[in-house]
């Protein structure tokens, strides 16, 4: 199946810096990724769908000034979570879905392993 | 809008026996429904998925499911727990109109004992 990678796999940052993960999709090209946040024993949430070309779309309750997300080519989308603060501390993971006919998604979203970011 | 609820936040079975992880979901819309498997330190997998197509899902490794709209429910179930099944699951739906967005169940932890 398609192969969506991220970087770093974990990131250990003092509190007040800010953090870059990449997104990237290895074997296909993808005009959108999604980005959920997973806090420990618990589901993930969605935070935002990044959009190649133009804004990325936030979920209620998603500060946009401190998760920036760039969509910067067909394979790679950046998730910045800026003056980090220990409350950030979570799993982040990005999705790209593969397929797309008449503004639908369709059939399977493929994920990636995860970035584990942890604010001192 | 649309939700998920998984009934059980704990299974646990014993190898060799029957597994059955349940999902009820909410949605206004004909949903898309998904299992996921996530095992630790790994990326999500999908186990399978409906569509609207046929109402009993087969998927990877042995699992099927069974989407039931008069109980809003996709059950997901085994007849042979193998010790690699121990992990986290996760129904999922997605409606069409949210453009590919998904929205994930609590997760239930399935722990296979030898």
């Known amino acids: 199946g398609a192969v969506v990678s991220q970087h770093p796999s974990w990131v250990i940052c003092k509190s007040g810096t800010s953090v870059k993960i990449e997104c990237r999709s290895l074997?296909?090209?993808?005009?959108?990724m999604f980005w959920y946040r997973q806090f420990p024993k618990q589901s993930l949430m969605l935070m935002a769908t990044?959009?190649?070309?133009?804004?990325?779309?936030?979920e209620q309750g998603v500060e946009k000034d401190k998760f920036l997300i760039n969509h910067a080519s067909l394979t790679l989308s950046t998730l910045t979570v800026t003056s980090a603060h220990p409350e950030d501390s979570s799993f982040y993971i990005c999705?790209?879905?593969?397929?797309?006919?008449?503004?639908?998604?369709?059939?399977?979203?493929?994920f990636g392993p995860g970035t584990r970011l942890t604010v001192l | 809008a649309q939700s998920v609820t998984q009934l059980d936040s704990h299974v646990s079975v014993s190898e060799g026996t029957p597994v059955l992880l349940r999902c009820n979901y909410s949605s206004s819309y004909s949903p898309s429904l998904f299992w996921y498997v996530q095992h630790p330190n790994k990326g999500l997998q999908l186990l399978l998925k409906y569509t609207s197509a046929a109402t009993l899902v087969k998927g990877i490794n042995g699992f099927e499911a069974e989407f039931k709209k008069s109980e809003t429910s996709f059950h997901l179930t085994k007849p042979s727990a193998h010790m690699s099944d121990a992990a986290e699951y996760f129904c999922v739906v997605s409606v069409g109109t949210s453009y590919g967005k998904l929205t994930f169940g609590q997760g239930t932890i399935l722990t296979v004992h030898p």
């Open positions: 074997d296909f090209q993808a005009t959108t």
């Open positions: 990044s959009n190649e070309g133009s804004k990325a779309t936030y």
């Open positions: 999705s790209a879905p593969t397929s797309k006919r008449g503004g639908r998604f369709r059939g399977e979203q493929f």
